[in-house]
């Protein structure tokens, strides 16, 4: 079974900062998804960035990027240009290619401080 | 517009009760999904379906019982609640195949 873990329990980032959120997974698919979900205070879950794993292109969604390293089974999160609206719960999960269940990490809280 | 709803945003009920969660998606996808976050914001599966058929149903007790009336309702049914189904519960959506899932406000569901 697929599992995903998420290191850092709690971040936090001086606004207008650089903020890096890490997440590893194991697996023995060899295609499949990677994706970050952002959880506010609201609740809300909402995707932030989106990741397949058969492209070596990391993805980017303005200031939000990934470093994803195959091999290493990592998945790290990059916040660049930090701001106070970043403050939320980030989870990393992992789909595999032929299915829908999707896996979560245990999250890790950010705070962006003034 | 809102892409997935739930209803309602709030329950609180006491031990044995029965209840349920409404879930609707206007996005025309054909796969929903229900999730559990716990107490520590743990999301876990519980069920998903695919155009009316059940495809996932993780272990989770059988006073759980999704039920989905169409392609863009998957409502979520829970016999003889326990304290330990305090938690809130999550609706998504997606396309078929393993594609990005949208997820639904959330319910919190407090047992009493």
């Known amino acids: 079974a697929q599992t995903v873990t998420q290191s850092q329990p709690e971040m936090s980032v001086q606004e207008a900062e650089t903020v890096t959120l890490s997440c590893t997974y194991d697996t023995s698919e060899n295609n499949y998804y990677l994706f970050w979900y952002k959880q506010p205070p609201s609740r809300q879950m909402i995707l932030v960035i989106r990741q397949e794993a058969y492209k070596q292109q990391n993805a980017t969604e303005n200031r939000f990027s990934v470093n994803f390293q195959k091999a290493a089974k990592s998945f790290s999160l990059k916040i660049s240009d930090s701001q106070l609206g970043d403050t939320a719960m980030y989870f990393c999960a992992f789909m595999g290619r032929d299915n829908n269940d999707m896996r979560f990490g245990a999250g890790t809280r950010l705070t962006v401080k003034p | 517009d809102t892409a997935v709803s739930q209803t309602p945003k709030y329950l609180v009920t006491q031990m044995g009760n029965d209840k349920s969660i409404k879930c609707e998606q206007n996005l025309g996808h054909d796969t929903m999904y229900w999730y559990k976050q716990d107490s520590k914001k743990f999301l876990k599966i519980m069920f998903s379906y695919n155009n009316k058929e059940l495809i996932i149903n993780e272990t989770v007790p059988n006073r759980f019982s999704p039920k989905s009336p169409d392609k863009a309702h998957l409502n979520l049914h829970i016999n003889s609640l326990e304290l330990g189904d305090s938690a809130v519960y999550f609706c998504?959506?997606?396309?078929?195949?393993?594609?990005?899932?949208?997820f639904g406000p959330g319910t919190r569901l407090l047992v009493l």
């Open positions: 998504a959506s997606s396309r078929q195949g393993a594609q990005t899932q949208y």
